[in-house]
Structure formats: structure tokens, C-alpha cells
């Protein structure tokens, strides 16, 4: 009788595992534990990236005076707020705090003349919900059979993501109708993403 309990209970951690590696390499949501911190060894030394969750998204940004939509010479904005820090938007690990999304509901950069053109995105969102990228490019990406865009103005931001093996989360956005952002843990940047429908 013992023999056939350990037995047993040998299949049910196997069906587990295997059950849990098939969701990831089909791009399912890998659960997170509760309170999203990276696992020992890996917060990275300057604070930003090395597998940090924000347990948050951002704020909503105060309102910002209406924007051109494209200013003549208009330079490119840096986000190294701290040496070491990518030039990228990016969140602190240490305080959970969004580098960058501060420009408001008025910011041209992110208006979409028809928001949720191919609908909301239904699957997971949020810090308990990690999404592995499985191929594509700036302009189309492939999260377990969903698929997304970067906004334009975002392309220097994900040079170098890896989009066939970076873990994201996705988050929404509280002040531009329409975007999503898409949060890659192993850098700490992050980007806006419209949602472009299933596969």
C-alpha cells in the first residue's frame, strides 16, 4: 500500500510539471508569488531590471498643458534620471516608481484617433501575471497567441528586447486611452503596446 501511495504521489508532482512547463512554452501566464519580488540573486545591482515586478502601474499623471503633436526640432527625451540607469522609460525596483509616464492624458505621442480598434486585451494583466514574448518585432508581437504593437514613439525604448524569449507583464495604462504598457522584467523598461487581437 505504502508503494502505491508514493507512487501516486510520484505521478501527481510529475503531472504538475509538466503541466506548469506546458503552459509556459504555450505562453500562459506563469503565476507569480504574492508580492512579486525577484528570487535571490537576482535584483539587479543599480536598482532597475534583473527580474523586478512592479506591484503597481503607474499613477495617473497630473494634466499636462496640450501638446503640438510633432514640435519642430523637437529632441528626443532621456530617461538616465541616475548613473547607470537606462536612457529608457523605466521603473525603480527599490520604490515600484514609473520613470517616465509623466506627460499626462494630452501627450500626442499616444493619441489614437480610434482606441481599442481591435479590442481590449483579455488576458492577464497585472503583477501576478508574467508573459513570455514568443517572436515578432516592434511593430507585432506575439504573447501566448495575443498580439501587440509598441507605440512609434516607443521603437528606441525595446531596441534590445529579446522578442523571442523576454518575460513581460502587462499593465494598463491610466492615462492614454487605448495603449497598454508592456513591462520587460529582465531590463526594468518598459513601453506602451496597443493591443492587436489573437492570433
Known amino acids: 500500500m505504502k508503494k502505491c501511495s508514493g507512487f501516486s504521489a510520484a505521478l501527481l508532482v510529475m503531472f504538475l510539471a509538466h503541466t506548469l512547463w506546458a503552459q509556459e512554452r504555450a505562453g500562459q501566464p506563469r503565476s507569480q508569488p504574492h508580492g ?3 528570487q535571490a540573486g537576482m535584483a539587479h545591482e543599480q536598482g532597475v531590471g534583473g527580474g523586478h515586478i512592479p506591484q503597481h502601474g503607474p499613477a495617473t499623471a497630473r494634466p ?3 501638446q503640438n503633436p510633432h514640435p519642430e526640432g523637437e529632441q528626443r527625451r532621456t530617461f ?3 548613473p547607470g540607469h537606462p536612457p529608457a ?3 525603480h525596483a527599490e520604490n515600484d516608481r514609473w520613470i517616465g509616464h509623466d506627460t499626462g492624458r494630452n501627450d500626442s505621442h499616444y493619441h489614437l484617433d480610434h482606441p481599442w480598434e481591435h479590442g481590449r486585451f483579455t488576458g492577464a494583466i497585472g503583477p501576478q501575471h508574467i508573459w513570455r514574448l514568443h517572436g515578432g518585432n516592434r ?4 504573447v501566448g497567441g495575443f498580439f501587440f504593437q509598441a507605440a512609434p514613439y516607443d521603437y528606441d525604448a525595446c531596441a534590445d528586447w529579446l522578442w523571442d524569449s523576454d518575460d513581460i507583464v502587462v499593465y494598463l495604462d491610466p492615462d492614454h486611452v487605448g495603449w497598454y ?11 506602451h503596446v496597443m493591443y492587436l487581437g489573437p492570433g
Open 80 to 82: 538616465q534620471d541616475v
Open 181 to 191: 504598457l508592456a513591462y520587460n522584467t529582465r531590463l526594468g523598461t518598459y513601453v
Open 89 to 91: 522609460p523605466h521603473v
Open 139 to 142: 511593430e507585432r508581437f506575439d
Open 36 to 38: 512579486g519580488a525577484p
Open 64 to 66: 499636462a498643458p496640450k
